[in-house]
Structure formats: C-alpha cells, structure tokens
C-alpha cells in the first residue's frame, strides 16, 4: 500500500479549504507551483481526482470531498489528543497501533483511556498491518490472532462480526453494485471478499479502508464493513445477515517486559474493559437488526 506523507494532506486541505493555490500558498508558506505539483503527485498516489481545475480556482469532486471529511475528522481526533496531552498528561507516552476503524473507536473514547490525574499520554498510530511490537516501535497492539512471539503477551478481547452495508435510502437495485478497496490495499479477509465473491460487480475501489464508509453512503453501492462501525452508523442499515466466514477473534498485544509498567497496565486495563462492554456492538449483537435486500445473493451473481 502506497504511503502518503501527512503533510501532503495538510498541503490538500489547505487548497481545499481556500479553493486557489495562490490563497493555499499564503496559508502554508510554500510556493504555488509546489503547492500544485504536490496536489498531482497525491491525486496520482490515491488513483483518483480531487479537484476540478477552472479559471475560478480549485472545487473539489466527490473523492476530494470524501476526503476533505475524512481529514477533518482526523484532525479532530488529532486535537483532542493534543488537549489531553497538553493539559492533563505528564512526559510519559503509551504507544498504541492499531488499525483505521479500532483507531477511530479508541479516538472517540479518548476519556476512558487518559483520565485526570493520570501521569501518560496517549499516541495512538494508525497501521492496517498487523501491529507489530518489534524494536519498540508500539507499546500495545490489536491483532486478529493470538501472537506467536514469545515476547508477546496478549489479553483477549471481543470477537469481530462483519455484514454488507448500504446507505439507508439506497434503492434495492443497488445490491447487485459492490465498492472496495483497492486489491493493493486489501490487507485484510473482510477488504478481500468484494473481489474473491463479486469480482464481476465491482463499481468502485477507494485506496483506503476509512474511504468505505464515505463510498456506500454515497447510495452508489453496498460494501463490507465491521458490524462496529456500520451498526453504530445511523446513516447505514445492514443487508443481509452477518458474513459468517469472516468473524474473527481480537487480542490486545504488548511487550512481556513492558505490561508490568503502570501506565502500560493501566491503558490495557481500560482498553480490555472499554472493547468488552461494547462487545454486543462488535460481535454484531446490537440493537440495529439485518435489512434484507431480497435475493441479495441471486442479484449479485
């Protein structure tokens, strides 16, 4: 999977949200012309167009918007890690990889892992590899299978459901219409399935797993998504019922020689304690039910 630096996104949303290069350029200090061959080299990294170029400046298109949403709310999440650390964290870190939609889920719960008086901060990285612990490159991980490294210890934690999702006022005709990601990008069983299952009824690939959700709420298609995110969504229904083939265990991963520590034990405590009372959410037992698509499977074939 192609690596996008970050600061190529905040060259985007600069041009985004000012709509010109020469107004992006006065925002961030760089030239117009850089700015310009920096926004074509991410469009070529992403595989898709971003911008619509007129006399009157730079409007974005749909996946440039898709985007323009997703960043923001990174960026959200980025500053409510900053005021954490900021106002009520000392100079301790504890590391956390874990993928983008777990990564998502542990933004949101911020306060349930940095609490007041605590003596660690929070940094949490997004990898869609397995998470690996190796040189101290993370203090705590989440995989989808027990870790075989002796080095390991590892705490079990709610398995993982997944279904097909579309948007709530996508029209049933819209089953037979798959989106994905990217082969290169599909890392994981649940980003396989469009492309081992559907092959033939692929309408669109995005480059990244978070770039999903913004796709089926589009209405264009259906897509598969963990039941913790697509459940949680109140703009999403399920179609169908869970896709048995692709549950998963969970485990939450950490160095034998570091789990000991007390900011290490107490990040894993609240992580172990926040993934297991929203176990119903990730094992797909939530209150939000299947919508069948009739014939789903007849449809797509």
């Not at 619509?52 to 990174?74: F, K, N, P």
């Not at 504890?94 to 929070?122: E, K, M, T, Y």
């Not at 896709?243 to 107490?266: G, Q, T």
Request: glycine content about 10%; aromatic content about 6%.
């Amino acid at each position: 999977m192609k690596h996008i630096p970050w600061d190529s996104y905040q060259i985007f949303l600069a041009v985004a949200r000012s709509g010109s290069l020469s107004a992006a350029a006065e925002r961030i200090g760089l030239s117009s012309a850089t700015i310009g061959r920096r926004m074509l080299e991410l469009e070529r990294q992403m595989e898709c167009g971003l911008f619509v170029r007129s006399q009157a400046g730079y409007s974005l298109t749909g996946g440039g918007q898709a985007l323009l949403d997703h960043l923001v709310g990174m960026e959200a999440a980025g500053r409510e890690v900053e005021i954490w650390n900021a106002g009520l964290c000392g100079a301790v870190r504890v590391r956390i990889c874990a993928g983008s939609w777990c990564a998502r889920f542990l933004a949101r719960n911020l306060d349930v892992l940095v609490q007041p008086g605590d003596r660690h901060g929070i940094d949490l990285s997004i990898g869609e590899e397995r998470a690996s612990l190796a040189h101290r490159s993370a203090d705590i991980g989440i995989r989808a299978f027990e870790p075989e490294e002796s080095n390991l210890a590892a705490v079990r934690l709610p398995e993982v459901a997944y279904a097909v999702y579309a948007a709530v006022d996508m029209p049933e005709d819209g089953a037979e219409r798959w989106i994905a990601v990217t082969e290169e990008a599909a890392v994981s069983c649940y980003l396989r399935y469009p492309h081992e299952k559907w092959p033939n009824n692929l309408i669109a690939t995005v480059s990244r797993a978070e770039g999903l959700r913004h796709s089926i709420l589009s209405g264009a298609g259906v897509g598969v998504l963990p039941c913790f995110v697509g459940d949680g969504d109140p703009e999403l229904r399920r179609v169908g019922d869970e896709i048995a083939e692709l549950r998963h265990r969970s485990w939450l991963v950490m160095n034998n020689e570091d789990r000991h520590r007390p900011e290490i034990r107490a990040v894993v405590d609240r992580m172990t304690a926040l993934f297991r009372r929203h176990a119903a959410l990730f094992e797909g037992r939530g209150e939000r039910g299947s919508v069948a698509l009739s014939n789903l499977l007849d449809v797509a074939t």
